[in-house]
């Protein structure tokens, strides 16, 4: 990238300014013509200077070709219209008018391809950024905070956009424009011009000193800015740090700090803005004063014609803004000259990884038999201390390698540099026949799988998230058609012209035969393998039963749900545990759940009829006032507020009972216990609607089965009962889409896939219902085939911003599943089950050796016993291999390896 | 049998008895009330003691293993109590129970028992008393044992 912005927009950008000079020259003449016209309007037909007497008539439009005398004198081309006085003005006038509306015509062809040109190079510039980053080396990463980055691409560079469309044309517009104008001043009155020009000399000297200190404010302030960023971001990645320690004041003690120079920068910038802006108009309005003083006196001794003076004022007005907005632009060129070099900085990066280390190949050259050899392998870090020194060994490409070593031993590093993740200072290292440290990503990412301590999720799908490795490019283009087709013909030319790239993110990229599968069925089947290798497939068929499938699966699926909800029903009749789950059936009150999912009878959709909130909604409150449930739930809620003031009124604030079992928080209770007092004192029915609301909504959490209170009788039950068809039937039509009402014979696809297996609840008062109804659900769904079915449906699951929603285990997990998944001929696991318990790391080291057999693994071990497991053990100690060998032999020696076991 | 009920039952049993009616009641409501059908365990040996169970109805029998397979030692019928001795100590459990009829039973929580004994010395005190008789029983009768062996 160009050091300097004037290089990078020459550049890139040449051809879309040369395009517009045209224009600009055409706009000038029209101005110079309409600032011409007025003079002729008002000294012809308005003053009569070619009218001496009514009758007279001048040609209008005439087109004479001037030659000289001896070829034959003026040869008329067009003797134009001729006319009278009156015709004569509406003509010139018109002519006036049809003049601004070319000239604005033109105007906007230019302020409109310079808005293209801007955008343009804009988005070439930002992607070029971006892929900087992409080929940064990772040791940069670890300077350069991530916020500061997006703020630098996406905030930073936005006005280089805006100046990008002005940098050659404006000078050349502006410039034009106040140069014709000044001419034109120039050819009517000499001293006039020279007023004028000397003015705006003033100006042009004047205001650039002035503005000196104002783009060093500019530089201050950008780097705050961005500062600022990079410091929220921290704040948001340390949060926990930052309660854990209250520390959370000296933050906002440093974040003020922050702001206050913000501050401090635009107080001092606003106030030198502004008095600039008050000299520049001071100087632009003493031009007129000396125009009306200096031309009213060469009027009046009739050395200028008043058409002339009032040209020379109308040209005037037009001066000081173009030649203000030359100093602005001036002042822009600045800033953002600034702007770009500070962002070059950052950008500008030595050991930048070359352009064809990244090329898309579609299917390269692969390593598939040999040996991985690495040779004098050496690394220099930052510091310049050897990290790794010298290492050369050879193991066959399957063969399952320990490295084994103290923490700084340098046994990571070698792992990152065997998966090529960082370029070695000096060595090689190959696999197969092929050089790894200078082979292009599209062979290293394939052949090599690199999983670390602690991986990256994105923030998608657990699914796409494991398929994300096998997105190395577009496999299957994207088929378009009509308004589709031309706009991606569009994206295409508009990506070529600014340096972008070709590929479409549209397209299918994941890559069956990476996975070595022929379909998507295949590969489905392959990351449930893989999700099985690592014991993430029950934690996803748990995920699966307890989410709600999305809108968009086939009614196909449905209806196989239906079918294990059937399924299950007959099994525990069989088992005679019928009355282990009551089920959900319109005629009858379910006592097993709570009043409220009574009176809701569906899965609510969104946040309208909230079960936790229902008794607030106005709705459902003119439903129980329209049946007459809402005395009857009013008593039961006082009912229910003295049975809880009972219960809890002795115990000390904070005790953990009032969450575990009360119906009121304990700050609550003196508020309860004056509403029960009312009530005694003013009776139910007279108490005011706040007392009213708070009692009615009490009840609607109780579980009848549960709470064993008595409150709810076989004759509210009814009454609910009613109250559950009259909501279902008068429900009004903005909220049909706020409930999903359960239906023996359809899925309710508001409410999770266990909930409409069961279609009921499990009762509260059989000892073990709910383990034995789990395992009875799982049972079902395995004989029915189900069971990967609800995996897959678990799989949808989002993980969150940086898999923040899964356990750390279960990411790390996830992260292994992926890296199996594209079939590496060589799998590189940096500590990588760390996080794992003990027991599933055991499992999964076990299994993933098994997985991998006849393929290659680098494991750098922890705990130095589990190298036992490995065909080769290499030993490192300050970045030296000291040892290699199996195990066993090693284990003889009384070498390094021993002295590390005897460590434990 | 709704929650007054069980707390009639709860004021007839010695544990109990001394506890504030208020704090009586609190311990019903936070209990679960759960139904075993015959055969189904209740507590099971070598398991962490996480409850003690109050019988309301039914029978159930508790067993040891020994060497000659597992041995019946009692059964426990209405309002006895099961295992509220092992929540107070961090120790597997002694003995296996097993439904023999359908039984009904009130379980009380580790965490609920010692919050409620810990809001009422009278309680704690009769704790005190209850498990102070029971060791001055196992004494005598192991002096008992002991004079009968020599």
């Given at each position: 990238?160009?050091r300097s912005?004037?290089?990078?927009?020459i550049r890139?950008?040449?051809?879309d300014?040369?395009?517009i000079?045209?224009?600009?020259?055409a706009?000038?003449?029209?101005y110079?013509l309409?600032?011409d016209l007025?003079?002729?309007?008002i000294?012809?037909?308005?003053?009569?200077r070619?009218?001496?007497?009514?009758?007279?008539?001048v040609?209008?439009l005439?087109?004479?070709?001037?030659?000289?005398?001896?070829?034959?004198?003026?040869?008329?081309?067009?003797?134009?219209?001729?006319?009278?006085?009156?015709?004569?003005?509406?003509?010139?006038?018109l002519?006036f008018?049809?003049?601004?509306?070319?000239?604005?015509?033109?105007k906007?062809?230019?302020?409109?391809?310079?808005g293209?040109?801007?955008?343009?190079?804009?988005?070439r510039?930002?992607y070029?950024?971006?892929d900087h980053i992409?080929?940064?080396?990772l040791?940069?990463?670890r300077?350069?905070?991530?916020?500061?980055?997006?703020?630098m691409?996406?905030?930073e560079?936005?006005?280089?956009?805006?100046?990008v469309?002005?940098?050659?044309i404006?000078?050349?517009?502006?410039g034009g424009?106040?140069?014709?104008?000044?001419?034109f001043?120039?050819?009517?009155?000499?001293?006039?011009?020279?007023i004028a020009l000397?003015?705006?000399?003033?100006q042009?000297?004047i205001?650039p000193?002035?503005?000196r200190?104002?783009?060093?404010?500019?530089?201050?302030?950008?780097?705050?800015?961005?500062q600022?960023a990079?410091r929220?971001a921290?704040?948001?990645?340390g949060?926990?740090?930052i309660?854990?320690?209250?520390?959370?004041?000296?933050e906002?003690?440093?974040?003020?700090?922050r702001?206050?120079?913000?501050?401090?920068i635009?107080f001092?910038?606003?106030?030198?803005?502004?008095?600039?802006?008050?000299v520049?108009n001071?100087?632009?309005?003493?031009?007129?004063?000396?125009?009306y003083?200096?031309?009213g006196?060469l009027?009046?001794?009739?050395?200028?014609?008043?058409?002339a003076?009032v040209?020379?004022?109308?040209a005037?007005?037009?001066?000081p803004?173009?030649v203000?907005?030359?100093?602005?632009?001036?002042?822009?060129?600045?800033?953002?000259q600034?702007?770009?070099t500070?962002?070059m900085?950052?950008?500008?990066?030595?050991?930048?990884a070359?352009?064809?280390?990244?090329?898309?190949?579609?299917?390269p050259?692969?390593?598939?038999h040999?040996k991985?050899c690495?040779?004098?392998l050496s690394?220099?870090?930052?510091?310049?201390?050897?990290?790794?020194?010298?290492?050369?060994?050879?193991?066959?490409l399957?063969?399952?390698?320990?490295?084994?070593g103290?923490p700084?031993?340098?046994?990571?590093?070698l792992a990152?540099?065997l998966a090529r993740?960082?370029?070695?200072?000096?060595g090689?290292v190959?696999?197969g026949?092929?050089d790894?440290?200078?082979?292009?990503?599209?062979?290293?990412?394939?052949?090599?799988?690199?999983?670390g301590?602690?991986?990256?999720l994105?923030?998608?799908?657990?699914?796409?998230?494991?398929l994300?490795a096998?997105?190395?490019?577009?496999?299957?283009e994207?088929?378009?058609e009509?308004?589709?087709?031309?706009?991606?013909?569009?994206?295409l030319?508009e990506a070529?012209r600014?340096g972008?790239?070709?590929?479409d993110?549209?397209?299918?990229?994941?890559?069956y035969?990476?996975a070595?599968?022929a379909?998507?069925?295949?590969?489905?089947n392959?990351?449930l393998?893989?999700?099985?290798i690592?014991?993430?497939?029950?934690?996803?068929?748990?995920r699966?039963?307890?989410s709600?499938?999305?809108?968009d699966?086939?009614?196909?699926?449905?209806?196989?749900l239906?079918?294990a909800?059937?399924a299950?029903?007959e099994?525990?009749?069989t088992?005679?545990?019928?009355?282990?789950?009551?089920?959900?059936?319109p005629?009858?009150?379910?006592?097993?759940?709570?009043?409220?999912?009574?009176l809701?009878?569906?899965?609510?959709v969104?946040?309208?009829?909230?079960?936790?909130n229902?008794?607030?909604?106005?709705?459902v409150?003119?439903?129980?006032?329209?049946t007459?449930l809402?005395?009857?739930?009013?008593?039961?809620?006082?009912q229910?507020?003295g049975?809880?003031?009972?219960?809890?009124?002795?115990l000390?604030?904070?005790?953990?009972f009032?969450?575990?079992?009360?119906f009121?928080?304990?700050?609550?209770?003196p508020?309860?216990?004056a509403?029960?007092?009312?009530?005694?004192e003013?009776?139910?029915?007279?108490?005011?609607?706040?007392?009213?609301?708070?009692?009615?909504?009490?009840?609607?959490k109780?579980?009848?089965a549960r709470?064993?209170?008595?409150?709810?009788?076989?004759?509210?039950?009814?009454?609910?009962?009613?109250?559950?068809?009259?909501?279902a039937t008068?429900?009004?039509?903005?909220l049909?889409?706020?409930?999903?009402?359960?239906?023996?014979?359809?899925?309710t696809?508001?409410a999770s896939?266990q909930?409409?297996?069961?279609?009921?609840?499990?009762?509260?008062?059989q000892?073990?219902?709910a383990?034995?109804v789990?395992?009875?659900?799982?049972?079902?769904?395995?004989?029915l085939?189900?069971?990967?079915?609800?995996?897959?449906?678990?799989?949808?699951?989002?993980?969150?911003?940086?898999?923040?929603?899964l356990?750390?285990?279960?990411?790390?997990?996830?992260?292994?599943?992926?890296?199996i998944?594209?079939?590496?001929?060589v799998?590189?696991?940096?500590?990588?089950?760390?996080?794992?318990?003990?027991?599933?790391?055991?499992?999964?080291?076990?299994?993933?050796?098994?997985?991998?057999k006849?393929a290659?693994i680098?494991?750098?071990?922890q705990?130095?016993?589990?190298a036992?497991?490995a065909?080769?053990v290499?030993?490192?100690?300050?970045?030296?291999?000291?040892?290699?060998?199996?195990?066993?032999?090693?284990r003889?020696?009384?070498?390094?390896?021993n002295?590390?076991?005897k460590?434990? | 049998?709704?929650?007054?009920?069980?707390?009639?039952?709860?004021?007839?049993?010695?544990l109990?008895?001394?506890?504030a009616?208020?704090?009586q009641?609190?311990?019903?409501?936070?209990?679960e009330?759960?139904t075993?059908?015959?055969?189904q365990v209740l507590v099971k040996?070598?398991?962490?003691?996480?409850?003690?169970?109050v019988?309301?109805e039914?029978?159930?029998?508790?067993?040891?293993p020994?060497?000659?397979?597992?041995?019946?030692?009692?059964?426990?019928?209405?309002?006895e109590v099961?295992?509220?001795?092992a929540?107070?100590v961090d120790?597997p459990?002694?003995?296996?129970v097993?439904a023999?009829?359908?039984?009904?039973?009130?379980?009380i929580?580790?965490?609920?028992f010692?919050?409620?004994?810990?809001q009422?010395?009278?309680a704690?005190?009769?704790?005190?008393?209850?498990?102070?008789?029971?060791?001055?029983?196992?004494?005598q009768?192991?002096?008992?044992n002991?004079?009968?062996?020599?």
């Amino acid at each position: 990238m160009e050091r300097s912005l004037f290089g990078y927009i020459i550049r890139y950008s040449k051809r879309d300014q040369l395009l517009i000079v045209p224009l600009v020259v055409a706009s000038m003449v029209l101005y110079f013509l309409s600032l011409d016209l007025p003079k002729t309007i008002i000294n012809e037909p308005i003053q009569g200077r070619r009218f001496p007497d009514p009758e007279s008539t001048v040609s209008f439009l005439g087109i004479a070709l001037r030659l000289p005398e001896f070829i034959g004198g003026d040869w008329r081309l067009f003797d134009g219209f001729v006319l009278e006085r009156m015709p004569y003005l509406f003509a010139l006038t018109l002519a006036f008018l049809l003049l601004i509306v070319a000239n604005g015509l033109l105007k906007y062809q230019i302020n409109t391809m310079k808005g293209w040109m801007g955008e343009r190079m804009l988005r070439r510039l930002r992607y070029a950024l971006f892929d900087h980053i992409l080929r940064f080396p990772l040791a940069r990463f670890r300077r350069v905070k991530s916020a500061e980055l997006a703020t630098m691409i996406k905030d930073e560079v936005e006005p280089l956009g805006g100046f990008v469309g002005e940098a050659l044309i404006t000078p050349l517009f502006l410039g034009g424009q106040a140069l014709t104008a000044l001419l034109f001043i120039l050819y009517q009155h000499v001293y006039l011009g020279m007023i004028a020009l000397g003015m705006v000399a003033v100006q042009a000297v004047i205001i650039p000193k002035m503005r000196r200190r104002l783009l060093t404010l500019a530089k201050q302030r950008q780097l705050t800015a961005r500062q600022l960023a990079g410091r929220i971001a921290e704040v948001s990645d340390g949060i926990v740090e930052i309660h854990a320690h209250d520390t959370s004041n000296h933050e906002r003690a440093d974040i003020a700090a922050r702001l206050g120079r913000m501050f401090r920068i635009r107080f001092e910038f606003y106030q030198r803005k502004f008095m600039i802006k008050f000299v520049n108009n001071f100087l632009s309005q003493l031009t007129p004063f000396l125009f009306y003083s200096v031309g009213g006196y060469l009027v009046i001794v009739g050395k200028l014609d008043i058409g002339a003076l009032v040209a020379v004022i109308a040209a005037y007005k037009d001066l000081p803004t173009p030649v203000k907005e030359l100093i602005d632009w001036d002042q822009q060129r600045l800033d953002v000259q600034i702007k770009y070099t500070q962002v070059m900085e950052q950008f500008m990066v030595e050991n930048l990884a070359p352009r064809t280390l990244h090329e898309v190949i579609d299917r390269p050259l692969l390593p598939q038999h040999g040996k991985i050899c690495a040779s004098n392998l050496s690394l220099v870090d930052e510091s310049g201390s050897k990290v790794v020194d010298g290492v050369s060994f050879e193991v066959g490409l399957d063969a399952h390698v320990a490295i084994v070593g103290r923490p700084d031993s340098g046994r990571s590093e070698l792992a990152q540099l065997l998966a090529r993740l960082v370029p070695p200072s000096s060595g090689t290292v190959s696999m197969g026949d092929i050089d790894i440290t200078r082979a292009p990503e599209a062979v290293t990412g394939r052949a090599i799988a690199y999983v670390g301590p602690s991986s990256y999720l994105f923030p998608l799908s657990v699914r796409e998230n494991l398929l994300y490795a096998l997105k190395h490019r577009p496999v299957r283009e994207a088929v378009y058609e009509g308004e589709e087709l031309r706009e991606r013909e569009f994206q295409l030319r508009e990506a070529a012209r600014t340096g972008g790239t070709s590929l479409d993110i549209g397209a299918d990229w994941t890559d069956y035969e990476s996975a070595g599968v022929a379909d998507a069925d295949a590969l489905e089947n392959r990351v449930l393998e893989s999700l099985r290798i690592v014991e993430m497939e029950e934690p996803m068929f748990e995920r699966g039963l307890r989410s709600a499938i999305a809108p968009d699966r086939s009614t196909e699926l449905r209806e196989l749900l239906l079918g294990a909800r059937e399924a299950m029903r007959e099994r525990l009749a069989t088992l005679h545990m019928e009355d282990w789950v009551e089920r959900f059936d319109p005629a009858r009150y379910n006592r097993n759940a709570t009043l409220a999912e009574n009176l809701l009878f569906g899965a609510p959709v969104g946040k309208a009829f909230d079960i936790e909130n229902l008794a607030q909604n106005p709705y459902v409150a003119q439903v129980l006032e329209e049946t007459g449930l809402t005395g009857d739930l009013l008593a039961v809620g006082h009912q229910l507020a003295g049975t809880m003031v009972e219960l809890f009124s002795d115990l000390p604030p904070g005790h953990e009972f009032f969450d575990q079992f009360s119906f009121i928080r304990h700050e609550d209770l003196p508020n309860v216990k004056a509403i029960l007092a009312r009530v005694t004192e003013f009776g139910l029915t007279r108490i005011d609607p706040a007392d009213r609301s708070q009692l009615l909504a009490l009840p609607f959490k109780l579980i009848s089965a549960r709470h064993r209170l008595g409150l709810i009788d076989e004759a509210l039950e009814g009454r609910v009962l009613e109250a559950r068809r009259y909501f279902a039937t008068r429900l009004p039509g903005t909220l049909r889409h706020a409930v999903e009402f359960f239906d023996p014979t359809r899925y309710t696809s508001a409410a999770s896939l266990q909930d409409n297996i069961l279609f009921g609840k499990i009762v509260s008062g059989q000892a073990d219902a709910a383990q034995r109804v789990g395992g009875l659900i799982r049972q079902v769904l395995d004989e029915l085939g189900l069971r990967p079915l609800v995996v897959k449906i678990g799989l949808d699951y989002q993980v969150g911003v940086g898999g923040a929603r899964l356990p750390v285990a279960d990411r790390q997990k996830i992260a292994l599943a992926r890296a199996i998944l594209k079939r590496p001929a060589v799998l590189i696991l940096d500590q990588a089950l760390g996080v794992l318990d003990p027991a599933s790391q055991s499992v999964v080291s076990a299994r993933l050796a098994e997985h991998r057999k006849g393929a290659g693994i680098v494991w750098v071990v922890q705990r130095v016993d589990a190298a036992e497991q490995a065909q080769h053990v290499l030993v490192l100690e300050r970045g030296r291999l000291v040892e290699q060998g199996t195990f066993d032999e090693l284990r003889k020696r009384n070498g390094a390896l021993n002295r590390l076991l005897k460590e434990g | 049998m709704s929650l007054d009920q069980e707390v009639e039952m709860m004021r007839q049993i010695p544990l109990f008895s001394r506890i504030a009616p208020a704090m009586q009641k609190l311990l019903c409501f936070g209990s679960e009330r759960l139904t075993y059908d015959p055969g189904q365990v209740l507590v099971k040996v070598g398991d962490m003691a996480d409850a003690a169970y109050v019988i309301i109805e039914g029978q159930a029998e508790v067993s040891v293993p020994s060497q000659r397979g597992t041995v019946v030692v009692n059964t426990m019928g209405k309002n006895e109590v099961i295992g509220e001795i092992a929540i107070f100590v961090d120790l597997p459990r002694t003995a296996t129970v097993t439904a023999i009829t359908k039984v009904e039973v009130l379980r009380i929580s580790k965490d609920l028992f010692i919050n409620v004994v810990r809001q009422n010395p009278d309680a704690a005190i009769e704790l005190i008393r209850i498990l102070a008789m029971r060791l001055v029983n196992t004494t005598q009768q192991l002096i008992k044992n002991t004079a009968g062996a020599k």
